[in-house]
């Protein structure tokens, strides 16, 4: 019995292997989705604060509250919510590619907030001494995100991690990858045994993304 939960036939683990791939797929290109616009709010976020280097309480409001709506709705919602984007964008709603759209829309303002974090971190020591010198604005904000960047990998780690557990929600409406294979195989056919492998390798995903930006910010800090 316990050799039968562990055992794969071969046309399972080669499903097992395209789920994984889909699942890297849709994970690495929402990551970098994310990053770039998730960057870019949080910046606009930091600088635009009352005592920032670019304050702008209008902007900072009415971005402050976009965020904050986004990250309300619950993502099962989210990605029902935006179906007609997604078949706007990638022409159809539902499958591995659609997925990007809800999971990168999602991980944008959780991105931004963790980047407004780090960056409000900074020493304002540091961006007082950077302003006496002569430094624009742009050479103050790389500065602030030089001097934050562990905090940021941190931050980029943790969202990785989060939409690997978002991609297997998605996999329950149609979008393919591990959730799709573990619900659809694992627990409506009743085969735990492909549920117990598709969380195996999720959980080896997450460790290893976990120990890598692990490592990342303790090489960033000895170089420092």
């Given at each position: 019995m316990l050799k039968e939960f562990f055992y794969l036939p071969s046309y399972l683990v080669e499903g097992l292997f395209d789920a994984t791939l889909e699942t890297l797929y849709m994970v690495s290109v929402s990551s970098v989705v994310a990053l770039f616009f998730g960057l870019i709010v949080g910046v606009v976020l930091s600088v635009s604060r009352k005592d920032g280097i670019l304050p702008c309480f209008w902007l900072h409001q009415v971005l402050g509250w976009l965020v904050n709506t986004t990250r309300s709705f619950p993502f099962i919602i989210l990605i029902i919510l935006l179906l007609p984007l997604s078949k706007f964008i990638v022409g159809q709603s539902y499958g591995t590619t659609a997925a990007i759209v809800p999971l990168s829309l999602s991980a944008i303002p959780f991105v931004a907030r963790l980047i407004e974090g780090a960056l409000n971190e900074v020493d304002s020591g540091l961006i007082?001494?950077?302003?006496?010198?002569?430094?624009?604005?742009?050479?103050?904000?790389?500065?602030?995100i030089s001097e934050a960047l562990p905090s940021i990998i941190n931050a980029i780690t943790i969202t990785i991690i989060s939409l690997i557990g978002y991609s297997a929600i998605a996999g329950a409406i149609g979008?393919?990858?591990?959730?799709?294979?573990?619900?659809?195989?694992?627990?409506?056919?009743?085969?735990?045994?492909?549920?117990f492998w598709a969380v195996v390798v999720i959980v080896i995903m997450v460790q290893m993304i976990q120990s890598c930006g692990d490592y990342l910010v303790s090489w960033i800090r000895k170089k420092r």
């Open positions: 007082e001494a950077t302003q006496s010198m002569g430094a624009n604005e742009f050479s103050i904000i790389m500065m602030m979008a393919g990858g591990l959730g799709d294979l573990a619900i659809r195989l694992g627990y409506q056919t009743f085969m735990p045994n492909v549920l």
